[in-house]
């Protein structure tokens, strides 16, 4: 077998373009590169011992599978496939992250991996070959992207070794694989948060609306609100841009917005594919609103959201790190209790680790690797409240807290618990080795300060006592991860608690309460 040359590549692509390609169409397929450039198009022959052998315009040639993808209904099909292992799950995940991780963690072994997509890309088989494809074949894995409930139902069948989903395992799923001998599925060893996921609320770069109540959004997404005028724009039609009713974005917009006010999407509403016809379709229509996921909405104006209680958001990086967007949600990666392929726990020690960001980031995802802001804004807006403040205890640890504000940046580590407990959940768990990492390479003299924060409910005093007591708690856990080192010399870990001063969300319900209810991390490295 040969392997299909790049600078060949190029001469392929020019005649195909300009004389075309003498192929049959039927079956025809695409193979490109990592970077979506097309490598070669023309007839699938035959597949063999991972090559493909197409027919094309300058006649018959042999691609090694580990160097290309392979799109079009001609391609080989994965049911069935020998593999190494398999992952299945959510569509959300499977189709685009999973497949770049899977790639990401081979490479950091010279490995190439190659990925043969079929049934629209929600079916993956991928062949790594070692030595950057010229030597033996490593693994191959089977990626099946049909939902994040078909993931739980393939751990519980055993038919994968990871199950993929962009949503927290429900209670009867739980029970159903616990009580099948598969494990505590929410315990720390078999729950994993891969990434974050961001859903932005999208205008046309032309309208002058900067942000949104929950209300308003309601509103134009229902179609009660017709005309961009009624919400401080111009005077433009609203046009509602929305995806098919299979979409858990879709879903997730309608369960904030629109079921609370007993409410559907605008009949007129022009329903999309997926995140790029979204983002063209805003981009052209000047009185556009629809939804993206972070990573789309370079071309389009994002809106901050102001909560029924008053707080307003900006969708960032940032805030969807620390989870105070309001449209943030964990994506997750389950397993089965017991013994995993070596490839499967290098597999799930690269999601864990800062190298994954280009992986996640290329998929439009969001990391959970740690950055630095400045609290200058978030000063100015306490600034504003002090005064409104009647306890003068309140008063008092409001004006310290508004003078910390100024002094120290924030870290994107935020940590929060388990349900009713003062526990760590699973992903703050995860989030409390990458600090550990961040700090051990700050400078000599650098100070870190934990400082916790509660939901309004119970007494000041008492509030304030227990978010010093959990900022406490993580200092612990930290020194014990950092122990053996000379870090806790060279670094000063302090310890504050503010109580339910600075809500990050409304403390009307349960859910929200949780966000209030945390450890921030500042900084204030020693830069001289």
């Not at 504003?384 to 310290?400: K, M, V």
Request: contains cysteine; negative net charge.
């Amino acid at each position: 077998m040969t392997l299909f040359k790049t600078k060949l590549s190029s001469v392929l692509l020019t005649s195909c373009l300009v004389f075309g390609c003498n192929v049959a169409w039927a079956n025809e397929i695409t193979l490109t590169r990592d970077e979506d450039e097309i490598v070669m198009r023309g007839t699938l022959l035959r597949y063999e011992d991972g090559y493909y052998v197409i027919k094309t315009s300058l006649g018959q040639m042999t691609v090694n599978s580990a160097m290309v993808e392979c799109t079009g209904d001609a391609c080989p099909k994965t049911d069935g496939i020998d593999a190494n292992f398999r992952i299945a799950g959510s569509d959300t995940i499977g189709i685009e992250l999973m497949p770049l991780l899977i790639k990401g963690m081979a490479a950091q072994n010279g490995t190439a991996v190659g990925n043969e997509r079929s049934q629209g890309g929600h079916l993956s088989t991928m062949t790594a070959v070692k030595d950057n494809g010229r030597g033996d074949k490593d693994f191959t894995a089977v990626v099946e992207a049909r939902g994040s409930s078909s993931g739980f139902q393939a751990l519980l069948s055993e038919t994968a070794d990871l199950a993929m989903s962009s949503r927290p395992i429900k209670s009867e799923e739980h029970q159903a694989l616990l009580n099948a001998g598969a494990g505590d599925m929410r315990s720390r060893a078999q729950e994993h948060v891969i990434a974050a996921d961001g859903i932005i609320i999208s205008l046309n770069p032309e309208n002058p609306v900067d942000q949104l109540t929950e209300a308003e959004i309601a509103a134009l997404l229902s179609g009660r609100i017709t005309n961009w005028r009624q919400v401080g724009g111009e005077d433009v039609p609203v046009k509602v841009y929305t995806r098919n009713g299979q979409s858990g974005t879709s879903e997730m917009i309608k369960s904030r917005f629109l079921n609370p006010q007993n409410a559907s999407f605008a009949r007129s509403s022009k329903v999309v594919l997926g995140n790029a016809e979204m983002a063209e379709g805003i981009f052209l229509d000047k009185g556009a609103i629809g939804y993206l996921s972070a990573g789309y909405d370079t071309d389009t104006k994002p809106v901050a959201i102001t909560s029924r209680c008053g707080i307003t958001t900006m969708p960032s990086e940032f805030t969807i790190k620390t989870e105070e967007y309001p449209l943030q949600r964990r994506l997750y990666v389950y397993h089965r209790n017991g013994e995993l392929p070596q490839t499967v726990k290098a597999l799930l020690s690269y999601t864990s680790s800062d190298a994954a960001a280009g992986s996640i980031e290329k998929a439009g995802f969001v990391s959970w690797n740690i950055v630095q802001q400045s609290q200058q804004d978030i000063a100015q807006a306490l600034r504003s409240q002090i005064t409104d403040t009647q306890s003068p205890t309140e008063q008092n640890l409001a004006r310290a807290l508004y003078i910390d504000l100024l002094e120290w940046d924030r870290l994107s580590s935020t940590f929060r618990f388990q349900t009713g407990s003062s526990i760590l959940d699973n992903l703050s768990q995860q989030k409390l080795v990458r600090l550990a990492n961040y700090i051990v390479n700050l400078p000599a003299g650098s100070e870190i300060t934990l400082t916790g924060f509660t939901d309004s409910d119970g007494a000041f005093n008492a509030n304030q006592r227990l978010s010093e007591g959990r900022a406490m708690s993580v200092r612990e856990q930290l020194e014990v991860l950092l122990k053996g080192t000379d870090v806790l010399d060279r670094v000063k870990i302090n310890v504050k608690g503010y109580g339910p001063l600075n809500a990050v969300a409304c403390n009307d319900d349960y859910l929200a309460q949780g966000l209030n209810r945390r450890v921030e991390v500042w900084v204030r490295p020693n830069n001289g």
